[in-house]
């Protein structure tokens, strides 16, 4: 049975493009419905069960808060006060509802990585990283723009206070921090993160498989890789939850930069 799986193995090797698109999800059409995949639906979902969740939890508001209530409460206090005001100052208050979002938005589609028979992040494919950080850098930039005039952003976001031979060398790097590798360092970080947790669950699990399929010497090796992608679940559920805090908290700390008086 190896050898026949190697031999179809061997058959499809080396992968081509068309291997990297996730097929459609449809059961027809599914050539014309390519763009509804299993990453889609995930997405939708996490998207629908935000909305509502905070819509049937503010339906009624009360004064002594039922537990829908203060759960939604809590998790917009707890955006509102340690990120927004914390990193933006008063006027964070102002921008605390869309860091709530997108600090929902990633802890639930970083969550699907770890339900079984699910076990894929939305976020562990780039595209869905890389919108995220193009939102928020276009978000930063616009506030800026808008505190300052484009012009004074400019200053602002390109030249430090610092002695003026020394500009020419730090103009470029300040442009090249500021406006190129914030967005993508945002994308790339949530991305990586995700990507190598779905991973490693994938080959302890899929190993165990493999193992205890080859020979059943090999089944208390088969039970400790089990074993270990149990306890990696529970290791990358804390980083689920750091990577959309980490996410939340450096888009605040850019809009705060943005709307800063001073380099």
Not at 50 to 63: A, H, M, T
Not at 220 to 236: G, R
């Given at each position: 049975m190896v050898i026949a799986q190697s031999?179809?193995?061997?058959?499809?090797?080396?992968?081509?493009?068309?291997?990297f698109y996730l097929p459609s999800i449809l059961p027809w059409g599914a050539h014309d419905n390519y763009w509804f995949t299993k990453i889609t639906f995930l997405v939708w979902v996490a998207v629908a069960a935000?909305?509502?969740?905070?819509?049937?939890?503010?339906?009624?508001?009360?004064?002594v808060p039922t537990k829908k209530q203060w759960l939604a409460e809590s998790i917009y206090g707890f955006v509102r006060n340690n990120i927004a005001v914390e990193m933006i100052g008063p006027k964070g208050v102002a921008f605390a509802p869309y860091l709530t979002t997108l600090f929902m938005f990633i802890l639930l589609n970083n969550f699907w990585g770890i339900v079984p028979f699910?076990?894929?992040?939305?976020?562990?494919?780039?595209?869905?990283?890389?919108?995220?950080?193009?939102?928020?850098?276009?978000?930063?930039i616009?506030?800026?723009?808008?505190?300052?005039?484009?012009?004074?952003?400019?200053?602002?976001?390109?030249?430090?206070?610092?002695?003026?031979?020394?500009?020419?060398?730090?103009?470029?790097?300040?442009?090249?921090?500021?406006?190129l590798v914030r967005p993508f360092s945002l994308?790339?970080?949530?991305?990586?993160?995700?990507?190598?947790?779905?991973?490693?669950l994938l080959v302890f699990t899929l190993g165990g498989?493999?193992?205890?399929?080859?020979?059943?010497w090999l089944a208390?090796?088969?039970?400790?890789?089990?074993?270990?992608?149990?306890?990696?679940?529970?290791?990358?559920f804390l980083v689920i939850c750091l990577q959309a805090y980490v996410f939340t908290v450096l888009t605040a700390s850019y809009v705060q930069g943005s709307l800063a008086d001073e380099h």
């Open positions: 031999v179809v193995l061997a058959a499809e090797f080396p992968p081509s493009v068309e291997d935000i909305i509502i969740f905070f819509l049937v939890s503010y339906r009624k508001p009360e004064l699910v076990q894929l992040s939305p976020n562990s494919h780039i595209a869905f990283p890389a919108i995220l950080a193009v939102i928020s850098y276009v978000m930063f616009y506030v800026g723009i808008r505190k300052h005039g484009f012009l004074k952003y400019l200053k602002v976001s390109l030249i430090p206070p610092a002695p003026g031979f020394i500009l020419p060398l730090l103009i470029p790097i300040e442009f090249f921090s500021n406006f994308a790339v970080r949530l991305f990586a993160n995700m990507f190598a947790g779905h991973i490693l498989f493999a193992m205890i399929s080859a020979t059943p208390p090796v088969s039970i400790l890789s089990w074993a270990l992608s149990i306890a990696l679940t529970f290791l990358e």
